[in-house]
């Protein structure tokens, strides 16, 4: 398997623009999440999905942040409008449910909003 | 929520050195995890640890649970593992993982 597969590497974008990340996770993993990493707060969860099935969306920071899953092998996280404080890298990871439950993570998405 | 405390956050070695890295969390958790990102940025599984003691090469971890603390162990430490270690945790009713803040080593040659 090739891993979790995230796209683009970077993306640099002016404020106020529409910001789309993509993600693959694993084939076979029933999770997948989305985390952000800046030098303030660490690394923090944005959102996770079961199953296709977004169920815990608490971290992520406000209306202007959405996240889909529409199969298995395909979640998107969306910045609309994108501020300079959305600046950061946004890791996808994924995971099975089945007991060695280790977390793979992607490359990352290398984010600045001008 | 819980709490996740790693020490110390900075560290420099000399290549061959041994150390002790080590990570506090405040409440029970069902799933723990560690992981090195490199300088390049990638965030790499080390260990999948809730409980016990397991080793992988150079490397090894302990969690004793019902103390609520977690170490990790580098042998003849080399250049390349260079980096932050970080800890993650999963707690009872929130299967996700929450990060400590990291410990940064850095090995010299």
């Known amino acids: 398997d090739a891993g979790v597969i995230q796209s683009p590497r970077h993306e640099v974008t002016e404020m106020g623009q529409e910001v789309t990340l993509r993600c693959k996770p694993i084939s076979g993993h029933d999770y997948l999440f989305w985390y952000r990493q800046t030098m303030m707060r660490g690394l923090e969860l944005l959102i996770y999905?079961?199953?296709?099935?977004?169920?815990?969306d608490s971290g992520m920071p406000e209306d202007r942040f959405s996240a889909k899953m529409p199969n298995a092998s395909f979640s998107t996280l969306k910045i609309q409008p994108s501020e300079p404080r959305d600046s950061a890298v946004y890791f996808c990871a994924s995971s099975s449910g089945g007991g060695n439950e280790k977390l793979f993570f992607g490359s990352g998405t290398q984010l600045s909003v001008l | 929520g819980i709490q996740v405390e790693q020490s110390p956050p900075d560290l420099i070695l000399q290549e061959g050195a041994n150390s002790t890295l080590r990570c506090n969390f405040s409440?029970?958790?069902?799933?723990l995890q560690w992981f090195h990102q490199n300088p390049w940025g990638q965030l790499i599984n080390l260990f999948y640890i809730p409980s016990g003691t397991k080793q992988n090469g150079r490397l090894s971890a302990t969690t004793v649970a019902t103390e609520r603390y977690s170490l990790l162990y580098i042998s003849s430490s080399q250049t390349t593992d260079s980096g932050v270690y970080f800890c993650a945790v999963e707690y009872t009713g929130r299967r996700a993982l929450t990060f400590g803040s990291g410990t940064r080593l850095q090995v010299q040659p």
């Open positions: 999905f079961n199953n296709n099935v977004p169920i815990d």
């Open positions: 409440d029970s958790v069902n799933n």
